[in-house]
């Protein structure tokens, strides 16, 4: 009969091991709900050799939230391939994969969980945020943006954040649904600013141009001209 030896980590590794161990608690519960000593238990190891690694939850919060930013900023990368509604669709997705498999945790970072104040989660946050800001750009083809395209893009993605948050609570619309919604609402926010703006307008075409008959766009204009058309005599 063998006995198995157990493999002592590197310092990088347990890090790492220990960062992974937080995210999946803080994935599940809020941070604030989240002891050191749970922690320690799901890593299978004492509450003082976490701190040997991390002086306290905060900076362990942190570095699960660097990971988690990271991961959640990548969501925003797409190939630039094929129509554009259909790339938006496949970011909301993987934005929405995100969101189904990180909920307490994505509501802690946007809602300020125990890092509240922090200068290093605010910046986390604000560099998700300008990571699809640049993502989307680049989709649209434009370095220097008019402002009233940057105005649209980055409420875009506040209303994506705050829409998360609140389907977070109940979950009382399909998820797909609201997928294809806020595609669409990228579109409709954009033709708002076209209105006024002839340089924007042209943008949109562009980007519009090439969508197909079933794309989120298209779907778009048909259910706003027969929302406007009179109703059938009966």
């Known amino acids: 009969m063998t006995t198995g030896v157990r493999r002592r980590m590197g310092v990088e590794e347990r890090r790492q091991q220990l960062i992974g161990v937080a995210l999946d608690l803080f994935s599940r519960r809020s941070p604030d709900e989240v002891s050191i000593d749970e922690i320690a238990a799901a890593a299978g190891i004492s509450r003082p050799l976490v701190y040997h690694y991390f002086p306290g939850k905060l900076s362990l919060y942190e570095a699960a939230l660097q990971r988690a930013s990271d991961d959640l900023a990548s969501r925003f990368v797409e190939p630039h391939e094929g129509p554009l509604g259909s790339r938006l669709l496949r970011v909301m997705r993987r934005f929405f994969d995100f969101v189904d498999d990180h909920g307490p945790g994505f509501s802690a970072l946007m809602r300020g969980g125990p890092a509240v104040g922090s200068s290093k989660t605010n910046a986390l946050v604000d560099a998700v945020r300008q990571a699809a ?14 402002a009233r395209l940057e105005l649209v893009i980055r409420s875009w993605i506040s209303l994506v954040e705050s829409t998360a948050l609140i389907w977070l609570d109940g979950r009382r619309i399909p998820r797909g649904e609201l997928e294809v919604q806020l595609v669409q609402d990228f579109a409709a926010l954009a033709a708002v600013s076209a209105t006024q703006d002839k340089e924007l307008g042209e943008l949109l075409r562009r980007a519009l141009k090439g969508d197909p008959g079933d794309g989120p766009f298209t779907d778009l204009a048909v259910r706003l001209i027969a929302l406007a058309s009179p109703p059938a005599a009966a």
């Open 133 to 146: 800001y640049v993502q989307i750009l680049s989709h649209l083809k434009v370095e220097d943006p008019p």
